[in-house]
């Protein structure tokens, strides 16, 4: 062996022994640290400001960007219900429901990977999406930019804000992710002790968070300050009740699987949402979903990707019993096992999982700027 090599080995080697001396495993580097939230990542080409942030709430609130102008943003991010949506399955544009849970915006702004499929990098890019999409708002991006061009107040806040002569609609989506960037929650009882306030959770809550990151191993997925690693996973969860009895619910996802483009094998015999199978088509990432943040959780059940569970509890039980099974159970991860907690660690886990929410976001809900008047008509009598 070289004496080049031989360095490199013993350096090596060094390391390894050192890290190991700090306690430090494989899986520990792989897993980020739960931590306090740091400041909120803001794209170059999107800067904060103070007018752009304004504009962005009334649209968030205005249901004129949607089709028929009957849904805004607010209508499945209601911030009475977390600013997600109560149901298993969200509302969507009128005539139809939607397929899957509606998650909450609060804190969306750190996610790098937006939907439970991630098919969406950033606020800028989830805005059209929801506002544009068949099932969701169904609108039209020349419509949006007409309804707002007569509107005088938009008129005039977009060329304050971007300079437009009229509303462009590419900075209607901007403006929307401003404000969605101020729905922060980061000074929970959670981050408080992460800080070093040792006081800010109850022995109860300390407890849970041991087990979260030892025997219950939540930390595995749920981990970093956000409380999600953003990869893919099949838990098992079984498929949307909607799916049995509601006609709608089947229309919708039947909808979906024709407009995701599956085969018609897989049109006709499966029953259960594919997940990232749709994004992706290997087969591998059928049932697999983006794992959820578990901050601001108090406000936001249902829970999972079609609201299964409706209680921390619920949640706590699935996972304890090593997850479930669905129609994509051969894709299952690996990582879940029966747990074996007793009751009380799992009401020690209820009690970690409830100092991840503080008080609610709550803010007034602002009035809407009107259409112009309509031109008096000479009477001709």
């Known amino acids: 062996m070289n004496t080049r090599k031989s360095k490199l080995l013993v350096i090596s080697a060094a390391a390894f ?154 900075n209607t989506w901007k403006a929307i992710a401003a404000f969605e960037r101020t729905l922060i929650h980061d000074n929970t009882a959670f981050d408080k002790y992460m800080r070093g306030d040792k006081k800010a959770l109850s022995d109860a809550q300390k407890r849970g968070l041991k087990l979260f990151q030892g025997k219950a191993n939540c930390i595995e997925c749920h981990n970093g300050p956000l409380l999600t690693d953003e990869k893919y996973y099949n838990l098992g969860v079984p498929r949307a009740e909607e799916w049995l009895d509601q006609g709608l619910a089947q229309i919708t996802f039947r909808y979906e699987q024709y407009a995701k483009g599956v085969t018609e094998k897989m049109y006709r015999t499966v029953k259960d949402d594919a997940g990232l199978y749709y994004r992706t088509k290997q087969k591998r990432d059928k049932g697999k979903f983006r794992t959820p943040p578990l901050r601001y959780t108090a406000y936001t059940a249902p829970f999972m990707h079609n609201g299964s569970f409706f209680e921390f509890s619920e949640v706590i039980d699935f996972y304890n019993d090593g997850g479930g099974t669905n129609e994509f159970s051969a894709n299952k991860t690996k990582l879940l096992k029966p747990l074996g907690l007793s009751d009380e660690e799992k009401e020690d886990l209820v009690a970690f999982l409830e100092s991840l929410s503080g008080p609610e976001i709550k803010i007034a809900t602002p009035k809407l700027p009107p259409y112009a008047p309509l031109p008096e008509v000479a009477d001709v009598n």
């Open 17 to 170: 022994v050192f890290v190991a001396g700090l306690g430090f495993s494989a899986q520990a580097e792989s897993n980020p640290p739960l931590a306090a939230l740091g400041p909120v990542p803001v794209p170059t080409d999107n800067k904060q400001t103070a007018e752009k942030i304004e504009l962005g709430k009334l649209l968030f609130f205005d249901s004129r960007i949607g089709g028929d102008a009957s849904v805004s943003c607010a209508d499945c991010h209601a911030q009475k219900q977390g600013w997600g949506f109560n149901d298993p399955l969200s509302r969507g544009y009128p005539g139809v429901v939607h397929w899957r849970n509606s998650q909450t915006v609060v804190n969306s702004a750190y996610l790098g990977k937006l939907f439970w499929t991630g098919s969406a990098k950033s606020l800028e890019n989830q805005a059209p999406s929801a506002a544009l999409g068949a099932i969701s708002g169904n609108g039209e991006r020349d419509m949006v930019e007409a309804r707002l061009a007569f509107i005088p107040e938009y008129v005039k806040r977009f060329n304050k804000v971007f300079g437009d002569e009229w509303p462009k609609v590419n």
